[in-house]
């Protein structure tokens, strides 16, 4: 099944992860669906968008894959720490994957609460 | 899984090289980027490869493409391959989530025949993994290695290979050389526009909008 996804979709999405990069001092935004085609960004970025979508749904993958293994449902928490620059992975429906980079100052569990109630919001608009 | 945005009036389509260990699958995809990068006037994204310590294939090679404009929408192109080696076959499940278009690269040595019934069957059964069969995405052969010396190593025919991987399906194959080129951006070429096609096709048909 292909997906096409309306101009208004976009926008709304678009704004409300800008909005979160405003409030929450993160660096950039981005959410991809599990097969690692980016389709919602906000922030800046020096790097390729398509090739850290790429590898990101590939590391949630295996991350899911590893807690299957372990029989675990999966890991709640799924960060890297960086010296410049953290990443943080949330799932937001089954096929939708959001990633977050942010310096290392900021706080990671007000992130997480912010990203929380973004989730709410954002598939209020993309649906499940 | 085809993404249209109607806002950024972009198109993603996702391209699996999938096939046995050693079948060439990297070196397609290198050979390509290689040409790519050739071409002054087209930035090219690097190629990620996430493999061994030596030169076998861990979980994939992937880079992005932008093949330019159809009907007004920037169409970009992700060429992924998959690893080969049977132990890997949890990464490999996994690099087909999503997949529109696929090019099973094959092996030409006899020796290797039962590898590409073997690999071809894993290939049913992880799309089934995602709910998906041979019939929902684009395929096409390509029987590598054909420029090796037969003399030295054993190649089987081309109709050989065809009766035993392609004889009900019918699709498009290549005989084609990857580590000499030949015929390797023909492969490419040809499951991009099939793939484009059949992604453009079913978006105007069977519409899936995301968004309430």
């Known amino acids: 099944m292909n997906t096409v996804i309306r101009e208004d979709t976009v926008t709304k999405v678009e704004k409300i992860l800008q909005d979160f990069i405003e409030e929450s001092g993160a660096t950039y935004a981005l959410i991809t669906d599990m097969g690692g085609n980016p389709l919602f960004t906000a922030g800046e970025e020096d790097f ?3 090739t850290l979508a790429a590898l990101s749904a590939a590391n949630y993958a295996t991350t899911k894959e590893i807690a299957n293994l372990i029989k675990e449902d999966n890991f709640s928490l799924l ?5 410049n620059e953290n990443v943080h992975f949330a799932k937001i429906t089954q096929d939708i994957l959001m990633i977050v980079l942010f310096k290392p100052f900021l706080s990671l569990g007000l992130l997480r609460l912010k990203i929380n109630s973004l989730q709410q919001k954002i598939v209020s608009i993309i649906g499940n | 899984m085809a993404i249209v945005n109607l806002k950024d009036k972009t ?7 999938y096939g046995p260990g050693r079948s060439g699958k990297t070196t397609n995809i290198e050979f390509i980027h290689n040409k790519l990068q050739q071409n002054k006037n087209q930035q090219i994204s690097n190629l990620v490869s996430i493999d061994t310590k030596g030169d076998r294939t861990l979980f994939f090679d992937f880079f992005p493409v932008s093949l330019g404009k159809i009907n007004g929408f920037d169409l ?5 391959t998959t690893p080969g080696q049977v132990k890997y076959e949890a990464t490999r499940r996994l690099v087909l989530k999503g997949v529109d278009g696929l090019v099973f690269v094959a092996d030409s040595l006899t020796s290797r025949q039962d590898a590409n019934l073997e690999s071809f069957e894993n290939l049913k059964s992880n799309l089934l993994y995602h709910k998906q069969s041979l019939s929902d995405v684009k ?5 590598n290695k054909r420029d090796i010396d037969e003399k030295m190593i054993p190649l089987s025919p081309i109709e050989e290979m065809e009766r035993l991987l392609n004889s009900e399906l019918k699709v498009q194959s290549f005989p084609a050389s990857a580590t000499s080129g030949m015929n390797v951006l023909k492969t490419v070429n040809y ?3 099939e793939t484009v096609k059949s992604v453009i096709e079913k978006t105007i048909l069977n519409k ?4 309430n």
């Open chain 1, 48 to 50: 390729d968008v398509d």
């Open chain 1, 79 to 83: 960060f890297h720490r960086g010296n």
């Open chain 2, 11 to 17: 198109i993603q389509i996702k391209i699996v090289y």
């Open chain 2, 76 to 80: 970009k192109l992700k060429l992924y």
């Open chain 2, 139 to 143: 395929l096409i052969f390509q029987w």
């Open chain 2, 191 to 193: 499951i991009s526009k």
């Open chain 2, 208 to 211: 899936h909008k995301m968004g």
